[in-house]
């Protein structure tokens, strides 16, 4: 290792692997249901209420959370008929305290590197990830330094980031380029990574399905469906169920599906292609801000874990289709960030398709809440204001 | 009751009062622990976990909720030497799934309009209450009207209620005029009202002090601190608090004050001048926009409950203090709207005051997220993008 506590010598990202010795599934389940009603420990958190199978031995004074996860499972009639399943859910993982599912793995992030006397947390990142990262860091009484690349400010994007006191650097480059500066000199910086290079995370993240399977008594549905950026969310999905199945948590393993945006797809061109090695794709281009990225760091995990080990599926989506997505599930009063909206436009593709039956049942995670990206959101009006009375508010709505 | 159902003949608001006949509040609690564990039923709502105070005989196929409330109750050192108190809480009501302390309300009035029979709901306003408001309809499978003052708009605002499917109507006038036209037409218009009017929201509300009692084991800090705006809040934590004593659930009263940014405090200066008839501000005018109200619906009975009933204290702060306050909420991590940061600035002056004594212990109730209103917060760069270094980049950190 050189320079980043995270990278093997192969240049590939380390992962935890735990050799899971004496875990009772029956009893883990019993005492985390006694957990449920926690409301002012850590164990409140819908991430650490997991700990047994998340980080075991990190001491509870080092644990930064803000009872994280612990977010709605949604059925919805409109969104099925939509997609043509049975019966689906939406994870609303949009509804943690940043308001995006990186809080699930950055819980576990940042208390990992507290335990290792960090007092200085970094990563690169205009987006969801920098706002979780200067939201934990700044609760643990540390300091966030945060890496902007010159070329993508977006002012919305970083506002959340700097109010909770990260201190912004912009760059000369690309995302790619402030994540190999991290790697090579976060050391010398004192600076702890939390970009997605970070197994913690992925280990954090993996508590999205698990919560998921505990609010379904233990029984997942046919299908679970995630959005794929950086692709540590399809990593943790695919690395968590693995273990719920392994350890007797579940009795049967959902099958996968990731779901990306046409214009960032080089996992699904290569999965589609039946390789094994991903050719970036130099100009990422799509209106899910969240999901625009053309190098995505987890690959190599993301292919073991969903296609390997899983057979899982992927898919592209257009632009378009998410945003008829987003506007349906908005319209539900659940709501989301286009680049949630990615899984539902997905899984009608595959039930068009034929991969999904329509007798199946399935789940998708709804990654960031709609408040993250109204920019995006088309609304309308009467064009000029009216003076107002009976008939002219009935003559308004009689016309809609 | 002419025009709409809320309002008494003699122009006040009416009011939920119950006999609470037949309350036993140690099974009660045993009750709502139990209820903790739940995640998949109307039960697992922070609001209706109290449902025997809030609604007891409403029939559950009518609930419509998204768990609102169960939101962190959150210690913070920073703030409490900030205000000078012994020991500070944070209760984020901004955690709710629209962002904002208007859910627990919301969630109420929805499902009294839809037991009802309505399918159209409605209410005047620009910020969280109509987001609120169009989040809960569409959830139920209903409709949702907006009126939006013509000489308020302002796009950011509208742009959640605009996702979540309300219908907007931009109108001549002030929101005042709006109020006044859903008070005489809401009735023939078949639209059930959701302004601050209606008097489920406050029984809604209830249960945000319901919620933070429970979570300390039902002993309250010496302090509540809130903001004032429409004044319903302030009247839910009155209301609230007295029926926690009256029926045995606290056993002592805690002091309550309300805060208003001066701008738009007509509240606190009748009560500074022993008054008991308010006089509209009639250009209210505070940063922090959903304190921006002049004429507070709910004036008479937060004046019963807060000043009467609890002699409750009230003050004014300046919007530098409230953007002062909430940049430090923001930069502990817990993070919020400037209203939110009022309560924090105003216990601070109560402390300088001698009104609240250093010893004392207090919860502000932060009302919404961060999110709704990122153009406020300031943020800074180096002011061109740097080339990454390990030098210039030690250069930037060692000058912050």
Redesign the interface.
């Known amino acids: 290792m050189v320079g980043n506590p995270f990278i093997c010598k192969c240049g590939g990202l380390l992962e935890v692997v735990r050799p899971w010795k004496g875990i009772d599934s029956e009893k883990l389940k019993q005492l985390w249901?006694?957990r449920?009603?926690e409301?002012?420990t850590v164990y409140a958190s819908g991430v650490w209420r997991y700990k047994e199978l998340i980080y075991p031995e990190l001491p509870e004074p080092y644990i930064t959370t803000?009872?994280e996860g612990?977010t709605?499972?949604?059925p919805t009639e409109t969104i099925a008929r939509y997609t043509g399943v049975r019966q689906l859910l939406l994870k609303?993982q949009s509804?943690n305290?940043s308001?995006s599912f990186k809080d699930n793995g950055m819980t576990v992030a940042v208390s990992h590197g507290r335990s290792l006397g960090y007092e200085r947390f970094t990563c690169t990142s205009t987006g969801n990830t920098s706002s979780s990262l200067?939201?934990?860091?700044?609760?643990?009484g540390c300091t966030s330094?945060v890496?902007?690349p010159?070329n993508h400010i977006s002012?919305?994007k970083?506002?959340?980031t700097?109010?909770?006191?990260a201190?912004?650097?912009?760059?000369?480059?690309t995302y790619d380029?402030?994540i190999r500066?991290s790697r090579q000199?976060s050391e010398?910086?004192g600076q702890y990574v939390c970009n997605s290079m970070n197994p913690f995370r992925i280990e954090g993240q993996k508590s999205i399905v698990y919560e998921m399977a505990?609010?379904l008594r233990w029984e997942l549905p046919d299908w679970i469906v995630v959005p794929g950026g950086a692709l540590s969310n399809a990593t943790a999905l695919g690395k968590g169920l693995l273990e719920l199945k392994q350890l007797g948590f579940i009795q049967k393993l959902p099958r996968v599906a990731v779901i990306q945006a046409e214009g960032a797809s080089p996992f699904h061109r290569m999965v589609s292609l039946g390789d094994t090695s991903l050719i970036p794709e130099p100009q990422p281009m799509t209106i899910a801000s969240a999901l625009n990225i053309g190098n995505p760091p987890s690959w190599r995990k993301a292919l073991h874990y969903i296609i390997g080990q899983l057979q899982g599926v992927t898919a592209s989506v257009t632009d378009e289709e998410i945003m008829e997505a987003k506007?349906l599930i908005?319209?539900?009063?659940?709501?989301c960030e286009p680049a949630s909206a990615a899984p539902v436009a997905g899984l009608k593709q595959l039930v068009r398709d034929g991969v999904v039956h329509p007798e199946e049942t399935a789940a998708c995670i709804l990654t960031g809440?709609?408040?993250?990206d109204?920019?995006v959101?088309?609304?309308?009006?009467?064009p000029?204001?009216?003076?107002?009375s009976?008939e002219a508010?009935?003559g308004?709505?009689s016309r809609?």
Do not use: W
């Open positions: 249901d006694n449920l009603s409301r002012m803000k009872y612990n709605g499972l949604y609303a509804e305290p308001g200067a939201m934990y860091a700044a609760l643990a330094v890496y902007l010159g002012a919305s970083v506002r959340q700097a109010a909770y006191g201190e912004l650097i912009l760059f000369n480059g380029d402030g500066f000199y010398p910086l505990h609010q506007g908005d319209r539900c009063g659940i709501g809440h709609l408040l993250k109204t920019e959101i088309p609304y309308s009006y009467s000029s204001p009216i003076d107002l009976l508010v009935n308004l709505l809609g």
